[in-house]
């Protein structure tokens, strides 16, 4: 087999990539992903604190729920571990189809759970050992798609093309909002006893069609080019372990992906899940007008990414994302003064901005800026720890750490100053980063 291997040129010349297929099974395929992830987040807001923790009074039953959803968000890292590490050994295509179809398990057996009320405390613990199936399988996801987006992409046009699976995330919001909107009009009793599990055992056939897509596109042409060189060096991808090598050669720019990702991150799953909660217990607002207000920033958001993929191709994508970052340090304020001011208008503006816009900004360069930050035999690893370490500190631990502030201090000031924080330090991070060819060109 090494014979046969190293017998290939170096340079053997690949097709031309369908550039449109791949970005069409990278969007779908993180999008499912992201329906499926953020389904539970939804549904820890409205019903899973009465249904699987009904033993706690309602602010800790809420808590409990949101504890679980955390555990999902904790095991992201761990999934970026593994899928990582095999991604950068065999593969990106192979682990994304496997991280699809481990997402797909996961959330149709959420969908099928038995409540407390039927087997008691097994209930919670089913549903934290599906969180964290959910959380290992979204941590393989996000990096190998980002990847196989840019990989693919010509050079000029790798933040719009590396911005494209992130179109996925807003496509997901839509997706479980959307369904949730639609399930949250039945009355009470029916929601609560049948109507939430709708959006988790309808997922299947979404992961069905995704499957369907990704099997048909190619692995990632900078991954075959690794394999070429190790071949005719006769060293096999599997001499190294990524995640030792990359602490070892790489941790400046590990820790820089996760200070970069951070706020972003925390502010999408502070309005995806702790807002819903506020708007409704602290508020007063219906269940379907909080949802609504996550769906018009979610439908603008999947423009808004794309476009500021095409600004990071003209001006840089580490610019992009530095200012996104300081974009947030002034702006978290003001937003989280308007989600508490008790208007719906206020609210829906607020909730708007921050998911249209500063989230926007921020995310859309993410791919093409985290991908030059390490070695394609490690990119895998490097951009998939980052994003979910980022993801387990900030997104799992951004709905916990919302309700203690508000609970602490009877305000939501705070948690708006906690964000203005985490802005600041993604955006010294993103301008500390290795720049990309556009970021050099303009100094």
Same mark, same amino acid.
């Given at each position: ?43 820890? &807001? ?28 904790? &095991? ?39 409540? /407390? ?10 549903? #934290? %050992? ?36 992130? %179109?996925?995330?807003?496509?997901? !919001? ?90 972003? #991150?925390?502010?999408? /799953? ?19 007008? &909080? ?43 003001? !937003?989280?003064?308007? #989600?508490?001011?008790?208007?719906? #208008?206020? /609210?829906? !503006? ?5 998911? &249209? ?22 990119? /895998? ?63």
């Amino acid at each position: 087999m090494d014979a046969i291997q190293t017998a290939q040129p170096l340079s053997r010349p690949h097709k031309k990539p369908n550039l449109f297929r791949i970005a069409v099974a990278t969007v779908v395929g993180t999008a499912v992903e992201a329906f499926d992830f953020l389904a539970y987040g939804t549904a820890a &807001a409205l019903v899973f604190n009465k249904l699987f923790f009904p033993q706690f009074d309602p602010v800790t039953g809420t808590l409990a729920a949101f504890g679980a959803f955390a555990s999902g968000m904790l &095991a992201r890292p761990i999934g970026g571990i593994i899928f990582g590490h095999f991604g950068d050994r065999i593969g990106r295509k192979s682990m994304l189809t496997l991280s699809l179809l481990l997402m797909g398990i996961c959330t149709v057996l959420i969908g099928l759970l038995p409540t /407390y009320e039927q087997i008691g405390i097994s209930a919670a613990v089913l549903l #934290v %050992v599906l969180r964290i199936g959910q959380g290992l399988s979204f941590g393989g996801e996000m990096g190998g798609a980002m990847l196989m987006a840019v990989e693919h992409a010509p050079p000029k046009w790798k933040a719009f093309f590396g911005s494209l699976p992130l %179109v996925g995330a807003p496509l997901g !919001i839509l997706l479980s909002v959307g369904s949730f909107a639609l399930v949250t009009r039945l009355p009470e009793a029916d929601f609560l006893s049948w109507g939430w599990r709708l959006p988790f055992v309808a997922s299947a056939v979404l992961i069905v069609v995704g499957l369907f897509i990704r099997h048909g596109i190619d692995e990632s042409p900078e991954f075959e080019q690794v394999k070429r060189e190790k071949a005719l060096a006769r060293q096999p991808l599997e001499e190294k372990m990524p995640l030792g090598e990359l602490l070892r050669t790489h941790g400046k720019s590990l820790i820089l992906c996760i200070g970069c990702k951070i706020a972003e #991150v925390t502010l999408i /799953y502070t309005f995806l899940v702790f807002s819903v909660s506020y708007a409704v217990s602290k508020l007063g607002f219906s269940r379907t007008d &909080a949802l609504h207000a996550l769906l018009y920033g979610a439908g603008v958001l999947m423009f808004t990414i794309p476009l500021f993929g095409v600004l990071a191709d003209r001006i840089g994508a580490r610019r992009v994302c530095g200012w996104g970052g300081m974009f947030l340090g002034v702006m978290a304020i003001p !937003i989280f003064l308007a #989600v508490g001011s008790g208007s719906l #208008v206020a /609210y829906s !503006i607020a909730v708007f901005i921050a998911m &249209a816009f500063n989230y926007a900004i921020m995310i859309a360069p993410q791919s093409n800026l985290y991908s030059v930050q390490f070695p394609a035999e490690l990119r /895998y690893s490097g951009l998939s720890i980052g994003v979910q370490f980022s993801a387990a500190i900030g997104g799992g631990l951004a709905p916990l750490i919302s309700a203690t502030l508000v609970q602490k201090f009877d305000s939501i000031l705070p948690v708006g100053i906690y964000l203005a924080f985490l802005g600041v330090v993604a955006g010294t991070s993103a301008f500390l980063m290795k720049p990309t060819p556009q970021d050099a060109r303009r100094g």
